[in-house]
């Protein structure tokens, strides 16, 4: 019987690319919101933004999970959220040496290279099976669509806070 790879089967998906996300977002213990150690959380300026990357990869996994036929819009911006959780990742590896060396915790810090594996698989399954036609332009319009509104959150959440500390 031919299986299907780990990374592409539905099940790892759901566990490593929706849920253990949540589960470290709630359990941060200093990447975005700090441990009262030190001098504050890690990615702390960028968390709404990162928020909110974090949210649209599962969205878009969760839909592409769900759809029933491929997307290459679909497959964009899992590229996107893919490159998004490689590079939380690479941030965060410091942190978790530290953290895994002292603590032992720290290896939950790899958690968003797994997440990176499983999008990846999937955004290459959406790709692949999406109909040939228009698929680069479609593609490149999730990728761009899916920075362009985390960037967007970061922007319109950095304005709000310039603002609110000028009134002070």
Request: proline share 7%; aromatic share 8%.
């Amino acid at each position: 019987m031919n299986e299907q790879p780990l990374l592409q089967r539905p099940v790892t998906a759901w566990l490593l690319g929706i849920i253990m996300p949540i589960g470290m977002v709630i359990a941060d213990p200093a990447i975005f919101r700090g441990s009262g150690a030190g001098d504050g959380p890690e990615l702390g300026a960028v968390m709404p933004g990162c928020y909110c990357a974090i949210l649209l990869g599962m969205i878009a996994l969760a839909c592409h999970l769900r759809a029933k036929g491929p997307s290459a819009y679909l497959a964009g911006v899992l590229l996107a959220a893919t490159t998004f959780a490689a590079g939380l990742g690479v941030v965060m590896l410091p942190t978790t040496i530290l953290g895994t060396l002292f603590a032992g915790i720290g290896v939950l810090g790899v958690s968003p290279f797994m997440t990176a594996l499983v999008f990846g698989a999937r955004t290459r399954l959406a790709f692949r099976d999406s109909p040939t036609v228009g698929r680069m332009p479609r593609f490149l319009l999730g990728f761009l669509l899916y920075v362009g509104v985390c960037a967007l959150v970061q922007w319109r959440v950095d304005a709000s806070w310039a603002r609110s500390a000028l009134r002070f």
